[in-house]
């Protein structure tokens, strides 16, 4: 069974423009085509790279972090109770009223004590500050690697320049030792990823993160397979200029250097906007769609790889969106909004709303009046201020 289903799989319909077979792709001493085994390679260097990511992250990051004044947060730790701990690991991390009744009745404490030792716990699981800045200096080190190895590897390329080359000869394209390579750092990058995604920074766009890394993987190896090494390295230099440019803004604000932030998002989005919703579809989609045409007829290769193709469009119009919204408030407000893909801490709102209700069972809550009296008392008894006044006779009778 398991060699039927190689066989089927490796059909050269599914990978190769009519006409052509497995035995037109045959290698020689001086012709080197790429080979799906060479993937596997990607598997050992994904593991190299993480084991580089996490020396990099504890010798430079980490220090270089603490040098530049980034401080965690000090966050409330929750108060060891089995109970609770057990519910919130097995069952939920955020219980509804009704656990909160429950789970108050059994551990025999009030359900504002249970609520708040969730959100303290749920706190402890977020990243801190410092984690978020090694995370971001560890990408930004890659993609400025990459980025220019992309320029140095291509830029004497003649598919860089005319995108038509891209298809002159395929699939009968000679793998050049570079491009291989290239490949090869790009693969393990992703793969990396897709190993530390349990313990990297989640944001809200997770979901779509997930969908990138999986469409990219498939992209990267199905065009290595595929022999479309040629449009697939015009696909990773795109997405690497903008990148370039995202992490250092995460830097900077983290920290807290807002006006060069600021100033590197908008650089930022300028980059993103462009390389993805105008250099992108024409250098790759309108590429691929219709400049291969002009060499062969469809077939399932060339409708999958479009397809992938597409999904990562689609990714870009929603990170696009996100971004110009954020565009929009920092021309409206003058600063950069927070990323809305980052998961924010609950305890300062929630932390202050329970002081509010320890105030109000004691009575001594007072409210802002929004009329030229200045202050409104919640049992309609005198204000402390024109007490205080009174004692000191500065205040006159009405």
């Not at 609770?84 to 656990?99: A, I």
């Not at 479309?228 to 992490?247: K, N, P, Q, W």
């Not at 060499?295 to 110009?324: D, K, T």
């Not at 201020?385 to 009174?390: K, L, S, V």
Request: with cysteine; hydrophobic share 40%.
């Amino acid at each position: 069974m398991a060699r039927s289903l190689y066989e089927w799989l490796w059909q050269h319909e599914f990978w190769l423009p009519p006409g052509i077979t497995w035995e037109d792709m045959q290698e020689s001493e001086d012709t080197h085509y790429p080979q799906p085994r060479d993937l596997l390679l990607s598997v050992p260097f994904a593991l190299i790279l993480v084991v580089v990511r996490c020396a990099f992250e504890r010798a430079i990051a980490l220090p270089l972090s603490t040098k530049l004044g980034v401080r965690d947060k000090q966050r409330p730790k929750a108060q060891p109770n089995p109970v609770l701990e057990t519910f919130y690991s097995t069952r939920c991390k955020n219980p509804k009223e009704g656990e909160l009744l429950s789970l108050a009745k059994q551990c025999d404490l009030p359900v504002r004590k249970v609520e708040k030792w969730f959100r303290h716990r749920r706190n402890m699981d977020r990243p801190s500050l410092s984690k978020k800045f090694s995370e971001a200096c560890w990408r930004f080190t890659f993609y400025i690697i990459s980025f220019f190895t992309g320029l140095a590897v291509l830029y004497d390329k003649p598919w860089l320049w005319d995108h038509r080359e891209c298809w002159t000869g395929y699939p009968q394209q000679p793998l050049q030792p570079s491009l291989f390579w290239y490949y090869m750092l790009e693969l393990s990058f992703y793969w990396s990823l897709v190993f530390t995604l349990p313990f990297d920074v989640k944001r809200k766009d997770f979901k779509e993160q997930i969908v990138h890394h999986a469409a990219t993987i498939f992209l990267i190896s199905f065009s290595y397979c595929a022999n479309y090494i040629r449009i697939g390295t015009l696909v990773m230099v795109i997405h690497d200029a903008s990148d370039c440019f995202l992490e250092p803004t995460k830097i900077f604000n983290y920290m807290k250097w807002k006006r060069t932030c600021d100033s590197l998002f908008m650089i930022f989005s300028a980059v993103f906007l462009i390389s993805r919703l105008v250099v992108y579809p024409y250098t790759v989609l309108y590429n691929t769609y219709y400049y291969s045409m002009e060499i062969f007829q469809p077939f399932f290769g060339y409708y999958f790889v479009n397809v992938l193709l597409m999904i990562l469009q689609l990714l870009h119009v929603f990170w696009s969106c996100l971004i110009i919204h954020m565009v929009y408030k920092f021309i409206l407000q003058g600063t950069m909004e927070k990323d809305m893909r980052s998961d924010t801490e609950e305890s300062d709102k929630d932390e202050e709303r329970d002081k509010i209700r320890e105030k109000e069972k004691n009575g001594i809550t007072c409210f802002s009046n929004v009329t030229s009296n200045g202050y409104i008392q919640r049992n309609g008894s005198e204000p402390l201020d024109n007490r205080a006044h009174r004692a000191n006779g500065h205040a006159k009778e009405r």
